[in-house]
């Protein structure tokens, strides 16, 4: 198996657009199912099974919260 490239990648989206997919993503959670979401042209595949997080972080002058999923390859 090949393996994958590291990325790092941040898609700016519009709120209506960022909102559909927190809500195909809280569907997906809720049935226990995968969720697959395109970003920036690569198709990312998220398994039932990820681990979820809500990280905080503040700066001089700034905040941030970041939803997390996190799986092993």
Known sequence: MAKKQARDV????SVKQFAAKL???ADALEEGKKFSIQVSGKRIYVPADASISI????SEGS??????LKWEL
Not at 55 to 58: G, I, P, V
Not at 63 to 68: L, P, R, S, T
């Open 10 to 13: 941040e898609k700016v989206y």
């Open 23 to 25: 809500r195909r993503l």
């Open 55 to 58: 990280e905080h972080e503040r």
């Open 63 to 68: 905040e941030e919260i970041e939803f997390q």
